[in-house]
């Protein structure tokens, strides 16, 4: 029997065996000319992935967390205010993150599963001249879905820059990047861009890029400042040689590969399967009676569900026996609660096979458990609604 175990978390996710193989092949030199032209490649099919032909891509070894560095340490100089709406974990570590950088931070939270209403986020625009507003499409810890063309308005309306955490979204929810005016897009690779661990990826607009070349003061990071990096994505766009830090060369062959299946896939039908399998997915939550984190359906992520256990039961039992069955799932993330609930992703190559098996597990899971479930309703629901 197979050891190999479905891995559910949301990230590292499963990936296509034609980007693992990309990890294995011989390292080439970052100025060679085929690792120049992937890296190229690489760069102008993220601008299609985001959907923004004017922006400007960043390609860096890091983490999504570097992501969110870049793109705070750049924009923010002593004293600019910045708000960050924040639907969970991921918000609260902008705004740590922003301090670090001098801003003036005001966060506005949402309540456990919900978002902040965007009249909320433009009185409080209104009450100051801030430089920046953050927020984050998909929150990990909770699994909610934000609406970014209202972000993107307002932005434009109070002249304030504005960067996505798409980290838990990019290449799973929708991004209309330039169509809705939003300054910086950020993500990781590990998720539902389907590279393993270790690439920071950011698309920024030239209005960012533009209040960035106005700065009075030095980036306060000297490995995220674009001054180093810019050149250098530039050089790599116009297939030149060029250096600042030495690329993660076999990420970036792996992304390349990763970008060409998502564009052959088409954005349009890659997101809509991902709407369709976090949907019918929860369909068998629902059925096995589980509530979700989320207030409602519509604030429920393509990218990943969070359910909570059942009353009374302990949770890392539960998730052990997931495990037996086979599946790896998350434990919760958002402090206070974090025991109560647990995360399953579903991004990236994720197919009707993936989610059943994991309902099939987590129904087999609370059946042990003592749960009176009927089985196999679950998984029916789940196919009559995709
Ligand atoms: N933002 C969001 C929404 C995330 O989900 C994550 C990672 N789970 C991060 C930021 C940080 O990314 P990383 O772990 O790659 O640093």
Not at 79 to 89: E, I, K, N, Q
Not at 323 to 331: C, T, W
């Amino acid at each position: 029997m197979s050891t190999k175990k479905l891995l559910m978390i949301p990230g590292p996710i499963e990936f296509e065996p034609e980007v693992l193989k990309m990890m294995s092949v011989p390292t080439p030199s970052h100025v060679s000319p085929n690792f120049i032209e992937s890296f190229g490649n690489s760069l102008d099919m993220m601008k299609d992935v985001w959907n923004c032909p004017s922006g400007q891509a960043f390609i860096i070894a890091g983490t999504g967390t570097l992501a969110m560095d870049i793109a705070g340490s750049n924009l923010i100089e002593p004293g600019d205010h910045a708000l960050v709406v924040s639907t969970g974990y991921f918000g609260v570590r902008y705004a740590e993150l922003l301090k670090r950088y001098g801003a003036e931070v005001t966060i506005l939270n949402a309540p456990i599963g919900d978002i902040v209403p965007i009249d909320q986020v433009e009185e409080e625009l209104k009450k100051k001249k801030y430089k920046l507003l953050t927020f984050t499409h998909v929150d990990t810890s909770t699994a909610v879905l934000n609406d970014p063309k209202p972000f993107g308005e307002l932005g434009k309306k109070y002249d304030v820059l504005t960067i996505l955490d798409g980290v838990c979204s990019v290449a799973g929810e929708e991004i209309l990047q330039e169509d809705w005016g939003i300054d910086v897009v950020i993500t990781a690779s590990q998720k539902a861009i389907g590279v393993p661990p270790g690439l920071a990826l950011l698309v920024a607009s030239q209005k960012a890029l533009s209040v960035w070349g106005k700065r009075k003061t030095p980036v306060g990071n000297y490995y995220a400042d674009w001054s180093n990096w810019l050149p250098i994505m530039n050089a790599y766009s116009d297939r030149k040689p060029s250096y600042f830090g030495t690329p993660a060369i076999n990420l970036i062959l792996a992304l390349e590969r990763s970008l060409q299946i998502i564009l052959n896939e088409g954005m349009e039908k890659r997101i809509e399967r991902h709407r369709k399998v976090g949907h019918a997915f929860r369909s068998g939550l629902k059925v096995l009676g589980l509530d979700i984190i989320p207030v409602n359906e519509n604030l429920a992520a393509n990218t990943l569900s969070a359910p909570y256990f059942p009353k009374d039961v302990v949770g890392a039992e539960i998730l052990n026996k997931i495990l037996n069955e086979g599946v790896i799932v998350a434990g919760g993330l958002l402090p206070g609660i974090n025991s109560q609930y647990f995360r399953i992703g579903h991004m990236g190559k994720v197919n009707v096979d993936d989610i059943t098996t994991t309902l099939s597990a987590i129904e087999s899971a609370l059946f042990q458990h003592g749960f009176n479930i009927e089985k196999g309703a679950c998984l029916e629901t789940a196919l009559k609604t995709l």
